[in-house]
């Protein structure tokens, strides 16, 4: 079974700061990878996604992630943070040979950015 | 273009009570996806329906949760007896369903509904 770790639980960053969150997989097979994120009072909503070539793959707000295969890691970056990334965020993974579409969640990770 | 609706929003019964959750996808998503998600933790997928087909259902524990997607759109969640460990927020969500992409396609949430057993 596969599993994703994020080990930072919590982060406090100032504004302008760079950002990079961790996110390992378990895995060893083909993957596609997700990192989703949740605004405070908001649903989850997409970031980023990877399924193959580039592994340096760029989201929305600025935000990118590098999928590290030897590493089995897919860190999230952001280099200036703003007060509006105030969220949480988490990595998720799956198995595109697999008959369901079982995405597995990483714990998150809550970011606060201070003004 | 409108999101996933779920309803209530947030419940409150005592343990041993039954409780059901209702979802509506997006328009044209073939996929639904119940998730369970425990304070402090991420997600864990519950059951995926394909139309009105379960896909995996491997994680739903079947002695007390079931769920339906009648007509292959709307879905209910529905929990009896529930304990105290069921408290957390349901996630329902939706996507295409494009398994032949090798499950590329994004999935959609709605609001939740955030379950409290006392």
């Known amino acids: 079974a596969q599993s994703v770790s994020q080990h930072n639980h919590h982060v406090i960053l100032s504004e302008a700061a760079s950002l990079e969150l961790g996110c390992n997989y378990s895995?060893?097979?083909?993957?596609?990878l997700f990192w989703y994120v949740q605004y405070p009072g908001q649903h989850l909503q997409l970031l980023l996604k990877y399924f193959s070539g580039d592994p340096l793959v760029k989201g929305i707000k600025g935000f990118e992630a590098e999928f590290i295969k030897s590493k089995f890691s897919f860190n999230l970056r952001k280099p200036s943070v703003q007060w509006s990334d105030t969220a949480e965020y988490f990595c998720?993974?799956?198995?595109?040979?697999?008959?369901?579409?079982?995405?597995?969640f990483g714990g998150g990770t809550r970011l606060m950015v201070k003004p | 273009e409108a999101g996933v609706a779920q309803s209530p929003r947030y419940k409150i019964i005592e343990k041993r009570q039954s409780v059901a959750f209702w979802c509506n996808p997006i328009s044209g998503h073939a996929t639904l996806y119940w998730y369970q998600q425990i304070l402090g933790q991420g997600p864990k997928l519950l059951i995926q329906?394909?139309?009105?087909?379960?896909?995996?259902d491997s994680q739903l524990p079947k002695d007390r949760f079931s769920a339906e997607r009648l007509k292959g759109v709307d879905s209910t969640l529905k929990i009896q007896p529930a304990k105290l460990e069921d408290s957390a927020v349901y996630l329902c969500a939706s996507s295409l369903g494009l398994q032949l992409s090798g499950w590329q396609d994004e999935q959609f949430f709605g609001p939740g509904t955030r379950l409290t057993v006392l």
């Open positions: 895995y060893g097979g083909t993957v596609n």
């Open positions: 998720a993974v799956n198995n595109p040979d697999n008959a369901g579409n079982m995405l597995t």
């Open positions: 329906f394909q139309n009105n087909g379960v896909v995996d």
